[in-house]
Structures are given as structure tokens and as C-alpha cells.
């Protein structure tokens, strides 16, 4: 092989790597979740959620102050 080729092959690699450590994360991340929330409901009786206003911190977040 070509060291073109060669370079091709292990970037193809490192992606396929990445993308399955990501979809591995984000796996443990719904596990934790999902037990939380089963913990949660079998502790308490009721559980008050709050309202979240996503789009205010969006708001906040995509800002440029200017200086």
C-alpha cells in the first residue's frame, strides 16, 4: 500500500474508534440515568419537577457581548 492509502485506512480507523467510544458514553450516560430516575421513584412518593426553560439559556449562551 501507499502511504496515501495507508493514511486513508487509519483515518477511517480513528473515526470508526471515536464513534464507537462516543456511542459507548453516551450508553453509560442513559444507564446512570435511567437508574437515577428508578431510584428516585422508588424512594419518594411524589417528585416535583421543575420547569425548564431551555430556551432562555440558549438565548444567554449564543450571545456576544462586545467589548
Same mark, same amino acid.
Given at each position: 500500500?501507499?502511504? =496515501? +492509502?495507508?493514511? @486513508? @485506512? ?8 471515536? #464513534? #464507537?467510544?462516543?456511542? =459507548?458514553?453516551?450508553?453509560? @450516560?442513559?444507564?446512570?440515568?435511567? =437508574? #437515577?430516575? =428508578? +431510584? ?15 430556551? !432562555?439559556?440558549? !438565548? *444567554?449562551?449564543? *450571545?456576544? @457581548? *462586545?467589548?
Amino acid at each position: 500500500l501507499t502511504i =496515501k +492509502w495507508e493514511k @486513508i @485506512i487509519l483515518e477511517e480507523f480513528t473515526t470508526s474508534v471515536m #464513534l #464507537l467510544t462516543n456511542y =459507548k458514553i453516551q450508553n453509560l @450516560i442513559n444507564e446512570v440515568h435511567k =437508574k #437515577l430516575t =428508578k +431510584w428516585i421513584v422508588k424512594q419518594y412518593h411524589k417528585v416535583f419537577l421543575p420547569k425548564f426553560e431551555t430556551q !432562555r439559556i440558549v !438565548r *444567554r449562551a449564543n *450571545r456576544r @457581548i *462586545r467589548r
